[in-house]
């Protein structure tokens, strides 16, 4: 099973934003997906349920009485969506439970201070792993071309992280959102910016 955390312990960066997406991706290539969250909001499963049926199918947990939630037999690839402030022993847990991490970032110094101590972290895991994949930052809302692109590559440098992707600011992904949708089911006339943006960290996540 192939399976990837999407975390950052500031709130507001953009996590639901990639979780969604890239359950949705996997799905259309037709892989056995589970989209989960372990926020106590559980937003991804209230997201689900507005999905329009026919699209191709996202699942969540399977949750019984007296029993740990769990993904559906057949899953292929898991995409865990995860709250602000995850950090501790639960962030200890998860990672446990997960091949890759993939950390949405926006390029303002306040996002950059409060990710610092998490990525160093993620690094610290990674070096016991002996992974040289198992940690990607996603740029979002912002221009690749900007300064403040520049800045974040500066920052991430210093760790050996490279950006993977930049995702744009746009309505795309918030007016998809509003009808269980993801940007690769809108049409190509108002998203192929986006599909484009997206390649370098789909086919990171095709190579898990």
């Keep these: 099973m192939h399976s990837f955390l999407i975390a ?3 709130g507001g ?3 639901s ?4 997406n890239l359950a949705g991706w996997f799905a259309r290539q037709g892989r056995a997906v589970m989209l989960g969250d372990i926020d106590r909001q559980q937003s991804a499963r209230e997201w689900l349920k507005i999905r329009p049926p026919g699209l191709p199918r996202i699942a969540t947990w399977e949750i019984e009485a007296d029993r740990p939630a769990r993904p559906p037999k057949e899953t292929t690839h ?8 995850l950090h501790g022993k639960k ?3 998860v990672l446990k439970l ?4 993939i950390v949405p970032l926006q390029p303002s110094i306040f996002d950059i201070l409060a990710t610092q101590h998490f990525l160093d972290l993620l690094l610290e895991e990674k070096e016991i792993r002996k ?3 198992f940690v990607a930052v996603v740029g979002m809302r912002v221009d690749a071309r900007t300064r403040a692109a520049g800045e974040l590559e500066r920052f991430l440098a210093g760790r050996g992280l490279p950006v993977l992707a930049y995702l744009r600011d746009t309505q795309n992904y918030v007016q998809a959102a509003a009808h269980g949708l993801t940007i690769f089911e809108m049409p190509a006339s108002r998203a192929a910016q986006d599909w484009e943006q997206w390649q370098p960290l789909t086919a990171w996540a095709e190579s898990a």
């Design 91 to 93: 962030l200890a847990q």
């Design 98 to 101: 997960v091949n890759r991490v």
């Design 78 to 85: 898991v995409v865990l969506d995860t709250p602000a402030g």
């Design 17 to 20: 934003t990639l979780a969604t």
């Design 13 to 15: 960066c953009g996590k």
């Design 131 to 133: 992974q040289h994949a």
């Design 8 to 10: 950052n312990p500031k």
